[in-house]
């Protein structure tokens, strides 16, 4: 199965700050990579499909951007309600994987 | 609106039976592949199970294969995962979700809660 590694880890930043977050695939997914956000207590959301498709609803700060197999999601202005996990997730190859999470948390 | 309700978690012993429901509505449930995803505690996400739209196509995440059963009932608008031989690893919030695709989900339930525990 395809391995996605995310980083960092966690991501200490300030409101309005810029965040740019990486997941690095250990095979090409082409451009089938998708971001989600999750909030404590709360289901996923998706972001990003398709590797720079906002989904429905989705502020334009949100941005995806990569191919094969690197990635980035930028958060071009944090806002407040931006502080959360982030998780990648493949759906080239079966079984689809997800990442292990970037945590952005307030500095 | 779509809405997902997942129901059916709780305290299992190792080795027992839960059966998890989720209940659709907002959208034509026989028109769309459903998914099970999992989140242990403090971990990070997981697919389970997907099943094609009018169930005749059923996928398992390996971790779960020969344990779990996923189906779906298209008349009641309800999805299911029959999870049989628990483990202290299936310990977990069980979502049920859905997307335009099988493998990518915009749209997800708020999660049932499942302990296996002695």
């Known amino acids: 199965e395809i391995v996605l590694t995310q980083s960092p880890a966690t991501l200490s930043l300030s409101p309005g700050e810029r965040a740019t977050l ?3 695939a250990s ?3 082409d ?3 998708a971001w989600y956000q999750q909030k404590p207590g709360q289901a996923p ?3 990003i499909y398709d590797a720079s498709n906002r989904a429905t609803g989705i502020p334009a700060r949100f941005s995806g951007s990569g191919s094969g197999t690197d990635f980035i999601l930028t958060i071009s202005s944090l806002e407040p309600e931006d502080f959360a996990v982030y998780y990648c997730q493949q ?3 079966w079984p689809p994987t997800f990442g292990g999470g970037t945590k952005v948390e307030i500095k | 609106e779509v809405h997902l309700l997942e129901s059916g978690g709780g305290l299992v012993q190792p080795g027992g039976s839960l059966r998890l429901s989720c209940a659709a509505s907002g959208f034509t449930f026989s028109s769309f592949a ?3 995803v999992r989140q242990a505690p403090g971990k990070g996400l997981q697919w389970v199970s997907a099943i094609g739209n009018s169930g005749g196509n059923t996928y398992y995440a390996d971790s779960v294969k020969g344990r779990f059963t996923i189906s ?3 008349s009641k608008n ?3 995962l029959q999870m049989n031989s628990l483990r202290g690893d299936d310990t977990a919030v069980y979502y049920c979700a859905k997307g335009r695709w099988i493998n990518l989900w915009a749209d997800w339930g708020q999660g049932t809660r499942v302990t296996v525990s002695s």
Do not use: G, H, K
């Open chain 2, 78 to 80: 309800t999805l299911y």
């Open chain 1, 45 to 47: 959301r998706l972001l």
């Open chain 2, 72 to 74: 779906r009932d298209n």
């Open chain 1, 22 to 24: 990486s997941c690095r």
């Open chain 1, 91 to 93: 759906r080239s190859n």
């Open chain 1, 31 to 33: 451009n089938y990579l």
């Open chain 2, 34 to 36: 459903m998914n099970w």
């Open chain 1, 27 to 29: 095979q090409s997914v």
